[in-house]
DNA sequence: GATAGTACTATCCTTTAGGATACTGCTATC
DNA sequence: GATAGCAGTATCCTAAAGGATAGTACTATC
């Protein structure tokens, strides 16, 4: 596990990856951060791109994504008003973690499902 | 993101991600698998190691850990009986997901508090 | 024979996540 | 002046997760 096992680095452990599974967790994070991957989108093209997603579960995961820094939400001043959802430099932090998820989910799926 | 952009590759990685996703979260989950890592435990032990849970919870948080094959349980045939939990060889492929997690989680944390 | 421990299950309740549906105020186009 | 698109909000409802509390069947000890 690579984990120290003194009673406080087990919880700070626990906490940190509790931290990550809550920023990653609910149904739409991931699909909305795939989204954007190709590139800046603005509110209703989102909602066409992701399937299934009502607005207002839209409208609350990019607050809650925005909030953790993940996305900038830029309002261009036209008229009228147009405004763009976009990945930031840091949403890249998380790419080793997905990765990790990724190839952990894939062998897993093949185990379950293999035999 | 180093993950492909086809519609089909995104499709995949996106429900391998939510595979681990899911076998990893609610709250009880990791606790118990680190509660676990210094070695099998009964059923009550673990209840009192992990403050907060119900038995109602822990028994059935066993439950989902032994279908994916996390832990195992092994009935000693003494009177009365012991019941006893331990971690599968599989749940230490878990371990570079979880440190990935471990680790993000603590700089986010230092990210957000930092200021 | 009462008390305590083991390994749970059962019942009820609250909270949270998520979904359905409708609507708002704005502008642009037909 | 009607319709459609943009960027959401408001209201209501259901389902799942989680918690509180009690109880079961067994045994072992005092």
């Known amino acids: 596990m690579e984990?120290?096992?003194?009673p406080e680095a087990c919880?700070?452990?626990?906490?940190?990856?509790?931290?990550?599974l809550d920023v990653l967790n609910g149904k739409w994070k991931l699909p909305i951060i795939i989204a954007l991957d190709s590139g800046p989108k603005r509110f209703n093209e989102l909602e066409r791109m992701i399937t299934g997603?009502?607005?207002?579960?839209?409208?609350?995961?990019?607050?809650?994504?925005e909030a953790n820094e993940f996305i900038t939400r830029t309002v261009y001043p036209t008229t009228p008003v147009k405004i763009e959802y976009a990945l930031t430099g840091y949403s890249g932090t998380l790419s080793r973690v997905i990765?990790?998820?990724r190839d952990w989910g894939i062998q897993?799926?093949?185990k379950i499902t293999g035999r």
Do not use: F
């Open 11 to 20: 919880t700070k452990s626990l906490m940190a990856v509790r931290d990550t």
């Open 108 to 110: 897993h799926r093949k």
């Open 53 to 65: 997603i009502t607005p207002k579960l839209l409208s609350k995961e990019l607050r809650d994504l």
């Open 99 to 101: 990765a990790e998820m």
């Open 3 to 6: 984990i120290e096992h003194t």
